[in-house]
Protein backbone atom coordinates (compact mmCIF):
# COMPACT_ATOMS: atom_id res chain seq x y z
CA UNK A 1 0.00 0.00 0.00
CA UNK A 2 2.64 2.11 0.62
CA UNK A 3 4.57 1.56 -2.56
CA UNK A 4 1.12 2.56 -4.44
CA UNK A 5 0.90 6.40 -3.07
CA UNK A 6 4.27 7.60 -4.69
CA UNK A 7 3.44 6.19 -8.11
CA UNK A 8 -0.41 7.87 -7.48
CA UNK A 9 1.32 10.89 -7.65
CA UNK A 10 4.15 10.89 -9.86
CA UNK A 11 1.03 10.08 -12.52
CA UNK A 12 -0.77 13.19 -11.02
CA UNK A 13 2.18 15.29 -11.53
CA UNK A 14 3.19 13.99 -15.20
CA UNK A 15 -1.18 14.41 -16.11
CA UNK A 16 -0.98 18.04 -14.81
CA UNK A 17 1.99 18.80 -16.45
CA UNK A 18 0.85 17.71 -19.81
CA UNK A 19 -2.45 19.28 -19.45
CA UNK A 20 -0.55 23.00 -19.61
CA UNK A 21 1.83 21.97 -21.94
CA UNK A 22 -1.44 21.56 -24.71
CA UNK A 23 -2.60 24.69 -23.43
CA UNK A 24 0.30 26.66 -24.33
CA UNK A 25 0.38 25.19 -28.10
CA UNK A 26 -3.32 25.39 -28.83
CA UNK A 27 -3.34 29.25 -27.39
CA UNK A 28 0.61 30.74 -28.18
CA UNK A 29 -0.45 34.13 -27.68
CA UNK A 30 -2.29 34.14 -24.32
CA UNK A 31 1.20 33.44 -22.37
CA UNK A 32 3.11 36.41 -22.44
CA UNK A 33 6.51 34.32 -22.79
CA UNK A 34 5.36 32.94 -26.17
CA UNK A 35 7.03 33.53 -29.05
CA UNK A 36 5.94 33.81 -32.75
CA UNK A 37 8.08 31.29 -35.33
CA UNK A 38 9.42 34.75 -37.39
CA UNK A 39 10.12 36.34 -34.04
CA UNK A 40 11.88 33.52 -33.00
CA UNK A 41 14.20 33.22 -36.93
CA UNK A 42 15.05 36.85 -36.21
CA UNK A 43 15.94 36.50 -32.60
CA UNK A 44 17.79 33.35 -33.74
CA UNK A 45 19.78 35.64 -36.71
CA UNK A 46 20.70 38.28 -34.56
CA UNK A 47 22.31 35.87 -32.46
CA UNK A 48 24.68 34.88 -35.33
CA UNK A 49 25.47 38.00 -36.23
CA UNK A 50 27.01 38.51 -32.52
CA UNK A 51 29.11 35.66 -32.67
CA UNK A 52 30.37 36.91 -36.12
CA UNK A 53 28.41 34.18 -38.20
CA UNK A 54 27.47 36.21 -40.87
CA UNK A 55 26.52 33.42 -43.80
CA UNK A 56 24.29 31.74 -40.45
CA UNK A 57 22.75 35.22 -39.95
CA UNK A 58 21.87 35.72 -43.75
CA UNK A 59 20.95 32.61 -44.51
CA UNK A 60 18.26 32.38 -41.37
CA UNK A 61 17.04 36.25 -42.18
CA UNK A 62 16.27 35.26 -46.46
CA UNK A 63 14.81 32.16 -44.68
CA UNK A 64 12.64 34.15 -42.26
CA UNK A 65 11.51 37.14 -45.53
CA UNK A 66 10.31 34.35 -48.14
CA UNK A 67 8.60 32.03 -45.57
CA UNK A 68 6.67 35.15 -43.77
CA UNK A 69 5.95 37.98 -46.20
CA UNK A 70 3.92 40.00 -44.08
CA UNK A 71 5.82 39.85 -41.35
CA UNK A 72 6.39 43.08 -39.17
CA UNK A 73 9.82 41.94 -38.73
CA UNK A 74 10.76 42.06 -42.69
CA UNK A 75 12.10 45.53 -42.78
CA UNK A 76 14.20 44.92 -39.98
CA UNK A 77 15.62 41.88 -41.51
CA UNK A 78 16.38 43.57 -44.98
CA UNK A 79 18.26 45.82 -42.76
CA UNK A 80 20.12 43.40 -41.03
CA UNK A 81 20.75 41.27 -44.03
CA UNK A 82 22.67 44.82 -45.15
CA UNK A 83 24.34 45.16 -41.97
CA UNK A 84 25.31 41.77 -42.00
CA UNK A 85 27.60 42.08 -45.35
CA UNK A 86 29.12 45.31 -43.64
CA UNK A 87 29.93 44.19 -40.65
CA UNK A 88 31.99 41.47 -42.78
CA UNK A 89 34.00 43.96 -44.58
CA UNK A 90 36.08 43.29 -47.63
CA UNK A 91 35.71 44.90 -50.97
CA UNK A 92 32.88 42.45 -52.30
CA UNK A 93 31.36 42.52 -48.95
CA UNK A 94 31.25 46.16 -48.72
CA UNK A 95 29.54 46.60 -52.25
CA UNK A 96 27.10 43.52 -52.24
CA UNK A 97 26.25 45.94 -48.21
CA UNK A 98 25.92 49.06 -50.40
CA UNK A 99 23.35 47.02 -52.91
CA UNK A 100 20.68 45.73 -50.27
CA UNK A 101 21.66 49.29 -47.87
CA UNK A 102 19.77 50.69 -51.30
CA UNK A 103 17.26 48.01 -51.48
CA UNK A 104 16.23 48.64 -48.09
CA UNK A 105 15.50 52.68 -49.10
CA UNK A 106 13.86 52.09 -52.23
CA UNK A 107 11.34 49.95 -50.36
CA UNK A 108 11.19 51.65 -47.26
CA UNK A 109 12.18 55.28 -47.60
CA UNK A 110 9.86 56.87 -45.00
CA UNK A 111 11.30 54.20 -42.00
CA UNK A 112 14.04 56.07 -39.43
CA UNK A 113 16.44 53.71 -40.62
CA UNK A 114 16.21 55.08 -44.15
CA UNK A 115 18.65 57.63 -43.34
CA UNK A 116 20.82 55.33 -41.34
CA UNK A 117 20.93 52.92 -44.52
CA UNK A 118 22.16 56.25 -46.28
CA UNK A 119 24.93 57.47 -43.98
CA UNK A 120 26.64 53.91 -44.20
CA UNK A 121 26.03 53.33 -47.88
CA UNK A 122 28.21 57.00 -47.88
CA UNK A 123 30.55 55.49 -45.27
CA UNK A 124 31.64 52.51 -47.61
CA UNK A 125 33.22 54.61 -49.59
CA UNK A 126 34.48 56.95 -46.87
CA UNK A 127 36.46 54.12 -45.79
CA UNK A 128 37.78 53.32 -49.23
CA UNK A 129 38.65 56.51 -49.78
CA UNK A 130 42.04 56.68 -51.14
CA UNK A 131 45.17 60.10 -51.04
CA UNK A 132 44.35 62.67 -53.12
CA UNK A 133 47.29 61.56 -55.95
CA UNK A 134 45.56 58.41 -56.06
CA UNK A 135 41.96 57.26 -57.44
CA UNK A 136 39.36 59.40 -56.39
CA UNK A 137 36.51 57.69 -57.47
CA UNK A 138 35.68 56.61 -53.97
CA UNK A 139 36.16 59.88 -52.69
CA UNK A 140 33.74 61.37 -55.54
CA UNK A 141 31.15 58.95 -54.17
CA UNK A 142 31.20 59.66 -50.58
CA UNK A 143 30.88 63.14 -51.36
CA UNK A 144 27.54 62.46 -53.69
CA UNK A 145 26.11 60.17 -51.01
CA UNK A 146 26.74 62.87 -48.27
CA UNK A 147 25.05 65.06 -50.11
CA UNK A 148 22.07 62.91 -50.38
CA UNK A 149 21.57 62.43 -46.97
CA UNK A 150 21.98 65.93 -45.83
CA UNK A 151 19.39 66.61 -48.64
CA UNK A 152 17.02 64.03 -48.65
CA UNK A 153 16.66 64.12 -44.49
CA UNK A 154 17.24 67.23 -43.03
CA UNK A 155 15.69 66.44 -39.94
CA UNK A 156 17.55 63.32 -38.73
CA UNK A 157 20.13 63.33 -36.23
CA UNK A 158 22.68 62.23 -38.36
CA UNK A 159 23.10 64.78 -40.61
CA UNK A 160 25.68 67.02 -38.13
CA UNK A 161 27.59 63.46 -38.65
CA UNK A 162 27.20 63.80 -42.42
CA UNK A 163 28.64 67.19 -43.06
CA UNK A 164 31.40 66.80 -41.21
CA UNK A 165 32.00 63.73 -43.11
CA UNK A 166 31.41 65.70 -46.45
CA UNK A 167 33.53 68.41 -44.99
CA UNK A 168 36.68 65.71 -44.81
CA UNK A 169 36.00 64.92 -47.93
CA UNK A 170 35.66 67.91 -49.58
CA UNK A 171 39.29 68.51 -48.43
CA UNK A 172 40.71 65.61 -50.37
CA UNK A 173 38.90 66.02 -53.65
CA UNK A 174 39.94 69.87 -52.68
CA UNK A 175 43.62 69.53 -52.26
CA UNK A 176 43.53 67.05 -55.54
CA UNK A 177 42.30 69.59 -57.95
CA UNK A 178 44.70 72.09 -55.91
CA UNK A 179 48.00 69.42 -56.98
CA UNK A 180 46.23 69.59 -60.47
CA UNK A 181 45.85 73.18 -60.62
CA UNK A 182 49.68 73.85 -59.31
CA UNK A 183 50.68 70.99 -62.14
CA UNK A 184 49.78 73.62 -65.07
CA UNK A 185 50.85 76.82 -63.62
CA UNK A 186 54.30 75.25 -63.12
CA UNK A 187 54.35 74.55 -66.57
CA UNK A 188 53.00 78.01 -67.81
CA UNK A 189 49.78 76.50 -68.95
CA UNK A 190 48.24 79.34 -67.48
CA UNK A 191 44.52 78.59 -68.94
CA UNK A 192 44.34 75.27 -67.85
CA UNK A 193 45.58 76.66 -63.89
CA UNK A 194 43.17 78.96 -64.11
CA UNK A 195 40.14 76.52 -65.15
CA UNK A 196 41.05 74.18 -62.48
CA UNK A 197 41.96 76.73 -59.53
CA UNK A 198 38.56 78.81 -60.31
CA UNK A 199 36.70 75.78 -59.76
CA UNK A 200 38.24 75.02 -56.80
CA UNK A 201 37.73 78.42 -54.76
CA UNK A 202 33.82 78.65 -56.25
CA UNK A 203 33.43 75.14 -55.02
CA UNK A 204 35.27 74.37 -52.12
CA UNK A 205 35.92 77.71 -49.52
CA UNK A 206 36.41 75.85 -46.72
CA UNK A 207 39.44 73.79 -48.45
CA UNK A 208 42.53 74.57 -45.52
CA UNK A 209 44.67 75.99 -48.66
CA UNK A 210 41.97 78.00 -50.34
CA UNK A 211 44.65 81.52 -49.71
CA UNK A 212 47.13 79.38 -52.18
CA UNK A 213 44.58 78.62 -54.45
CA UNK A 214 43.96 82.33 -54.80
CA UNK A 215 47.22 83.50 -55.06
CA UNK A 216 48.18 80.92 -57.22
CA UNK A 217 45.00 82.73 -60.03
CA UNK A 218 46.66 85.74 -58.95
CA UNK A 219 50.11 84.58 -60.31
CA UNK A 220 48.47 82.76 -63.32
CA UNK A 221 47.56 86.38 -64.44
CA UNK A 222 51.13 88.19 -63.95
CA UNK A 223 52.40 85.44 -65.79
CA UNK A 224 50.24 86.24 -68.61
CA UNK A 225 51.30 89.84 -68.35
CA UNK A 226 55.02 88.72 -68.67
CA UNK A 227 54.08 86.69 -71.40
CA UNK A 228 52.14 89.62 -73.02
CA UNK A 229 55.03 91.83 -72.65
CA UNK A 230 57.83 89.79 -74.06
CA UNK A 231 55.63 89.49 -77.27
CA UNK A 232 57.04 91.63 -80.27
CA UNK A 233 54.77 94.60 -80.94
CA UNK A 234 53.56 94.98 -84.40
CA UNK A 235 55.40 98.10 -86.92
CA UNK A 236 53.03 100.05 -88.81
CA UNK A 237 54.13 98.72 -92.40
CA UNK A 238 54.37 94.90 -92.84
CA UNK A 239 56.33 92.67 -92.72
CA UNK A 240 55.27 92.25 -89.35
CA UNK A 241 56.99 89.57 -86.98
CA UNK A 242 54.79 86.30 -86.28
CA UNK A 243 52.66 86.63 -83.12
CA UNK A 244 53.03 90.34 -82.87
CA UNK A 245 50.53 92.66 -80.82
CA UNK A 246 49.55 95.99 -81.49
CA UNK A 247 50.81 98.29 -79.05
CA UNK A 248 47.22 99.54 -78.07
CA UNK A 249 46.31 96.02 -78.05
CA UNK A 250 48.89 94.64 -75.89
CA UNK A 251 48.51 97.76 -73.17
CA UNK A 252 44.53 96.47 -72.97
CA UNK A 253 45.54 93.12 -72.01
CA UNK A 254 47.94 93.64 -69.38
CA UNK A 255 45.27 96.25 -67.73
CA UNK A 256 42.72 93.47 -67.81
CA UNK A 257 45.10 90.71 -67.11
CA UNK A 258 45.94 92.95 -63.82
CA UNK A 259 42.75 93.61 -62.80
CA UNK A 260 42.03 89.94 -63.23
CA UNK A 261 45.31 89.20 -60.77
CA UNK A 262 43.87 91.98 -58.25
CA UNK A 263 40.18 90.64 -57.90
CA UNK A 264 41.99 87.27 -56.93
CA UNK A 265 44.42 89.31 -54.31
CA UNK A 266 42.17 91.18 -52.64
CA UNK A 267 39.50 88.21 -52.36
CA UNK A 268 42.24 86.41 -50.21
CA UNK A 269 42.09 89.80 -48.20
CA UNK A 270 38.57 90.26 -47.55
CA UNK A 271 37.56 86.37 -47.61
CA UNK A 272 40.56 84.59 -45.71
CA UNK A 273 42.31 87.28 -43.80
CA UNK A 274 43.93 85.43 -41.17
CA UNK A 275 45.34 82.80 -43.39
CA UNK A 276 49.24 83.23 -44.66
CA UNK A 277 48.70 84.36 -48.02
CA UNK A 278 47.23 87.77 -46.71
CA UNK A 279 50.38 89.46 -46.73
CA UNK A 280 51.73 88.14 -49.78
CA UNK A 281 48.46 89.12 -51.54
CA UNK A 282 48.81 92.92 -49.94
CA UNK A 283 52.51 93.28 -51.36
CA UNK A 284 50.96 91.99 -54.72
CA UNK A 285 48.32 94.69 -54.76
CA UNK A 286 50.63 97.70 -53.99
CA UNK A 287 53.32 96.21 -56.66
CA UNK A 288 50.36 95.88 -59.15
CA UNK A 289 49.34 99.84 -58.35
CA UNK A 290 45.80 98.51 -57.25
CA UNK A 291 43.81 99.54 -54.28
CA UNK A 292 44.35 97.21 -51.20
CA UNK A 293 40.77 96.43 -49.48
CA UNK A 294 40.43 95.87 -46.01
CA UNK A 295 38.02 92.92 -44.41
CA UNK A 296 35.53 92.81 -42.27
CA UNK A 297 35.27 92.24 -38.73
CA UNK A 298 32.94 89.29 -39.23
CA UNK A 299 35.18 88.09 -42.25
CA UNK A 300 37.84 88.28 -39.52
CA UNK A 301 35.94 85.93 -37.09
CA UNK A 302 34.86 83.69 -39.70
CA UNK A 303 37.76 82.87 -41.03
CA UNK A 304 39.76 82.50 -37.16
CA UNK A 305 36.71 80.63 -36.27
CA UNK A 306 37.48 77.84 -39.11
CA UNK A 307 41.51 78.31 -38.82
CA UNK A 308 41.03 77.13 -35.22
CA UNK A 309 38.94 73.97 -36.01
CA UNK A 310 41.69 72.89 -38.05
CA UNK A 311 43.80 70.03 -36.24
CA UNK A 312 47.57 69.55 -36.60
CA UNK A 313 48.47 66.37 -37.21
CA UNK A 314 50.86 64.34 -35.17
CA UNK A 315 54.77 63.84 -36.42
CA UNK A 316 54.27 60.61 -36.22
CA UNK A 317 50.79 60.12 -38.49
CA UNK A 318 52.70 62.10 -41.19
CA UNK A 319 55.12 59.64 -41.15
CA UNK A 320 52.84 56.66 -40.83
CA UNK A 321 50.94 58.40 -43.28
CA UNK A 322 53.43 57.99 -46.25
CA UNK A 323 53.27 54.21 -46.02
CA UNK A 324 49.45 54.49 -44.80
CA UNK A 325 46.51 54.32 -48.03
CA UNK A 326 43.82 56.62 -46.33
CA UNK A 327 44.59 60.44 -46.89
CA UNK A 328 44.61 62.34 -43.46
CA UNK A 329 41.64 65.14 -42.99
CA UNK A 330 42.97 66.35 -39.69
CA UNK A 331 43.55 70.17 -41.47
CA UNK A 332 39.74 69.85 -42.98
CA UNK A 333 37.17 72.61 -41.23
CA UNK A 334 34.92 71.05 -37.79
CA UNK A 335 32.76 74.62 -38.26
CA UNK A 336 30.99 75.89 -41.98
CA UNK A 337 28.62 74.70 -43.98
CA UNK A 338 29.85 72.42 -46.64
CA UNK A 339 28.88 72.96 -50.33
CA UNK A 340 25.77 71.04 -51.28
CA UNK A 341 25.27 71.41 -54.82
CA UNK A 342 28.04 72.41 -57.11
CA UNK A 343 28.58 75.53 -58.94
CA UNK A 344 29.24 75.61 -62.76
CA UNK A 345 32.90 74.49 -63.23
CA UNK A 346 35.17 76.81 -65.35
CA UNK A 347 36.47 75.11 -68.95
CA UNK A 348 39.82 75.99 -69.86
CA UNK A 349 38.69 76.54 -73.40
CA UNK A 350 36.34 79.27 -72.30
CA UNK A 351 39.13 80.97 -70.34
CA UNK A 352 41.54 80.82 -73.56
CA UNK A 353 38.73 82.50 -75.74
CA UNK A 354 38.12 85.21 -72.64
CA UNK A 355 41.70 85.54 -72.46
CA UNK A 356 41.84 85.96 -76.40
CA UNK A 357 39.05 88.88 -76.63
CA UNK A 358 40.58 90.50 -73.43
CA UNK A 359 41.19 93.83 -74.91
CA UNK A 360 40.10 93.72 -77.99
CA UNK A 361 36.68 96.04 -79.20
CA UNK A 362 33.72 93.76 -80.35
CA UNK A 363 33.75 95.98 -83.26
CA UNK A 364 36.85 95.29 -84.43
CA UNK A 365 36.83 91.31 -86.48
CA UNK A 366 39.63 91.26 -88.08
CA UNK A 367 43.32 91.08 -87.06
CA UNK A 368 44.60 94.77 -86.23
CA UNK A 369 41.62 96.33 -86.51
CA UNK A 370 41.51 96.22 -90.66
CA UNK A 371 38.22 95.21 -92.14
CA UNK A 372 37.88 94.19 -96.19
CA UNK A 373 35.42 95.99 -97.66
CA UNK A 374 34.00 94.52 -101.73
CA UNK A 375 33.99 97.03 -104.39
CA UNK A 376 30.90 96.18 -106.51
CA UNK A 377 30.19 97.41 -110.61
CA UNK A 378 27.65 99.42 -110.65
CA UNK A 379 26.35 102.05 -113.94
CA UNK A 380 30.31 102.20 -114.73
CA UNK A 381 29.99 99.38 -117.33
CA UNK A 382 30.48 99.29 -121.19
CA UNK A 383 27.57 101.24 -123.10
CA UNK A 384 25.79 99.51 -125.63
CA UNK A 385 28.39 100.61 -128.42
CA UNK A 386 31.67 99.76 -126.58
CA UNK A 387 33.28 96.49 -126.39
CA UNK A 388 33.91 94.37 -123.59
CA UNK A 389 37.30 95.24 -121.82
CA UNK A 390 39.60 92.68 -122.14
CA UNK A 391 41.52 92.17 -119.22
CA UNK A 392 45.59 92.56 -120.86
CA UNK A 393 43.87 95.46 -122.44
CA UNK A 394 46.06 98.99 -120.75
CA UNK A 395 43.84 100.88 -117.85
CA UNK A 396 41.90 103.53 -119.47
CA UNK A 397 42.38 107.29 -116.86
CA UNK A 398 38.97 108.31 -116.32
CA UNK A 399 38.81 110.78 -113.83
CA UNK A 400 34.83 110.83 -114.05
CA UNK A 401 34.25 107.04 -113.90
CA UNK A 402 37.16 105.56 -111.51
CA UNK A 403 35.49 102.57 -110.55
CA UNK A 404 35.48 101.24 -114.17
CA UNK A 405 39.14 100.76 -113.88
CA UNK A 406 38.64 97.80 -111.48
CA UNK A 407 37.23 94.55 -111.30
CA UNK A 408 33.82 93.71 -109.54
CA UNK A 409 35.06 91.36 -107.45
CA UNK A 410 38.34 93.72 -106.38
CA UNK A 411 38.88 93.68 -102.87
CA UNK A 412 39.94 96.97 -101.22
CA UNK A 413 41.15 98.07 -97.74
CA UNK A 414 38.32 100.37 -95.95
CA UNK A 415 39.25 103.95 -95.49
CA UNK A 416 38.58 105.21 -92.22
CA UNK A 417 39.43 108.13 -90.64
CA UNK A 418 41.73 107.01 -88.33
CA UNK A 419 44.31 103.66 -88.51
CA UNK A 420 44.30 101.57 -85.67
CA UNK A 421 48.26 101.58 -85.47
CA UNK A 422 49.26 105.23 -86.63
CA UNK A 423 50.92 106.98 -84.15
CA UNK A 424 49.39 109.96 -82.86
CA UNK A 425 50.74 113.35 -81.70
CA UNK A 426 50.75 114.11 -78.03
CA UNK A 427 47.72 116.07 -77.45
CA UNK A 428 47.72 119.33 -75.74
CA UNK A 429 45.50 120.54 -72.86
CA UNK A 430 43.32 123.59 -72.74
CA UNK A 431 46.48 126.02 -71.57
CA UNK A 432 48.45 124.90 -74.79
CA UNK A 433 50.90 122.10 -72.92
CA UNK A 434 51.61 119.13 -74.43
CA UNK A 435 50.60 115.97 -72.35
CA UNK A 436 52.54 112.64 -72.24
CA UNK A 437 51.17 110.07 -74.01
CA UNK A 438 50.12 107.25 -72.21
CA UNK A 439 52.77 104.44 -71.30
CA UNK A 440 51.71 101.04 -73.03
CA UNK A 441 52.87 98.91 -70.04
CA UNK A 442 51.59 100.91 -67.05
CA UNK A 443 48.96 99.44 -64.79
CA UNK A 444 46.32 101.94 -64.36
CA UNK A 445 44.96 101.77 -61.06
CA UNK A 446 41.07 99.97 -61.11
CA UNK A 447 38.49 99.60 -57.82
CA UNK A 448 38.18 95.73 -58.02
CA UNK A 449 34.70 94.52 -56.98
CA UNK A 450 36.17 93.00 -53.83
CA UNK A 451 37.25 96.04 -52.69
CA UNK A 452 34.08 97.49 -53.37
CA UNK A 453 32.24 95.38 -51.74
CA UNK A 454 34.34 94.68 -48.46
CA UNK A 455 33.13 97.99 -47.14
CA UNK A 456 29.18 97.24 -47.41
CA UNK A 457 28.33 94.80 -45.07
CA UNK A 458 29.51 94.98 -41.75
CA UNK A 459 32.19 97.24 -40.02
CA UNK A 460 35.70 96.75 -41.67
CA UNK A 461 38.47 95.34 -38.90
CA UNK A 462 41.62 97.47 -38.15
CA UNK A 463 44.92 95.71 -38.78
CA UNK A 464 45.48 95.09 -35.01
CA UNK A 465 42.06 92.91 -34.98
CA UNK A 466 43.64 90.83 -38.44
CA UNK A 467 47.39 90.65 -36.57
CA UNK A 468 45.90 88.90 -33.09
CA UNK A 469 44.05 86.80 -35.12
CA UNK A 470 46.49 85.08 -37.20
CA UNK A 471 47.08 81.38 -36.25
CA UNK A 472 50.91 80.74 -37.67
CA UNK A 473 51.11 77.19 -39.29
CA UNK A 474 54.04 75.67 -40.55
CA UNK A 475 53.23 74.86 -44.21
CA UNK A 476 56.81 73.59 -45.37
CA UNK A 477 58.06 75.82 -48.23
CA UNK A 478 55.09 77.20 -49.93
CA UNK A 479 56.23 80.45 -51.15
CA UNK A 480 55.82 80.91 -54.81
CA UNK A 481 58.23 83.62 -56.28
CA UNK A 482 56.71 86.10 -58.13
CA UNK A 483 57.23 87.65 -61.43
Not at 116 to 139: C, F, G, S
Amino acid sequence: MSRRIPIVLALSALLLTAACTNKKVNNPIANIDSKQPDKVLFDRAMDAMKHNRFDVARLTLQTMINTYPDSEFVARAKLAVADSWYAEGGTASLTQAEIEYKDFITFFPNMPEAAEAQLKIANIHYQQMEKPDRDYTHAVRAETEYRQLIMQWPDSKLVPDAKQRLREVQEVIAQREFGVGRFYYLRQSYPAAVARLRSLVEKYPLYSRADDALYLLGQCFEGEIAMTRSRPTCSGTPPRPVGCFPENLKADLIERFGKLAAEDYSRIITRYPVMDRAEDAKARLLALHQPVPKPTKSAVAQNKAEEDSRKDASMLSKVMGNFGKHPSVAEAARVGEPTLVDPTPVNATEVVQQMANAGVPASKSGSEGHTLSVETAGEGGPGPDQAVPRSDAPPVENSAAPTAQSGANELKPSVGPTDANELKPNVTSANGEAQPPQQVNEIQPVSTGAAATASSGSELADDATVASSKRKKKKGIRKIVPF
